[in-house]
T-cell receptor, first 114, second 119 residues
Framework: GAVVSQHPSWVICKSGTSVKIECRSLDFQATTMFWYRQFPKKSLMLMATSNEGSKATYEQGVEKDKFLINHASLTLSTLTVTSAHPEDSSFYIC??????????FGPGTRLTVT | GENVEQHPSTLSVQEGDSAVIKCTYSDSASNYFPWYKQELGKRPQLIIDIRSNVGEKKDQRIAVTLNKTAKHFSLHITETQPEDSAVYFCAASPNVLNAGGTSYGKLTFGQGTILTVHP
């Protein structure tokens, strides 16, 4: 199997606060993890790619100081949205790869910033 | 980088009809082409994929075709059922090397197709 979990599944936070989202590969070691953002009725947009023990690679236009990514182990990556604003409200989805092209997606986290 | 175009954006069919969704890609280095089904508020589910060394792949009612020369690939769903209603995304993936020399597949998604199957 290739199961990926995400926590929390939904979160509401106040503007200006930070929120952390965890992504775990439960039954395999992930060489690479990915973070996507999805607005309503839109496609998945890759935010960044992370490998265990190294700095994340951010896509063009994604602020690395606002979206902090830590890939502490081969089974855990975290995304921290710092100083959140209402425009950061979105559906955040992670995925994990065993080393080939296939990516296994987490269930997503719905973030609402009030 | 890779650019993936997907058409149509919406598709409405009667139960039992076939549905076809088409995608084009720009990067000739792409070698992996998955299709995902996503229901509202859920994760994308891989329904079928194809690699660049294969021209066609079929799994029961679902098939995918790939034309590398033209850089396009298509999803075919036959005998559609109401439960096939969802958003479908195509994606293309070349292999990429990060700064540390690790190779990984980077997915670029199409814009999505809202498929509605009427009973």
């Amino acid at each position: 199997g290739a199961v990926v979990s995400q926590h929390p599944s939904w979160v509401i936070c106040k503007s200006g606060t930070s929120v952390k989202i965890e992504c775990r590969s439960l039954d395999f070691q992930a060489t690479t993890m990915f973070w996507y953002r999805q607005f309503p009725k839109k496609s998945l947009m890759l935010m960044a790619t992370s490998n265990e023990g190294s700095k994340a690679t951010y896509e063009q236009g994604v602020e690395k100081d606002k979206f902090l990514i830590n890939h502490a182990s081969l089974t855990l990556s975290t995304l921290t949205v710092t100083s959140a604003h209402p425009e950061d409200s979105s559906f955040y989805i992670c995925s994990a790869s065993k080393g080939r092209n296939e990516q296994y997606f987490g269930p997503g986290t719905r973030l609402t910033v009030t | 980088g890779e650019n993936v175009e997907q058409h149509p954006s919406t598709l409405s069919v009667q139960e039992g009809d076939s549905a076809v969704i088409k995608c084009t890609y720009s990067d000739s280095a792409s070698n992996y082409f998955p299709w995902y089904k996503q229901e509202l508020g859920k994760r994308p589910q891989l329904i079928i994929d194809i690699r660049s060394n294969v021209g066609e792949k079929k799994d029961q009612r679902i098939a995918v075709t790939l034309n590398k020369t033209a850089k396009h690939f298509s999803l075919h769903i036959t005998e559609t059922q109401p439960e096939d209603s969802a958003v479908y995304f195509c994606a293309a993936s070349p292999n990429v090397l990060n700064a540390g020399g690790t190779s990984y597949g980077k997915l670029t998604f199409g814009q999505g197709t809202i498929l509605t199957v009427h009973p």
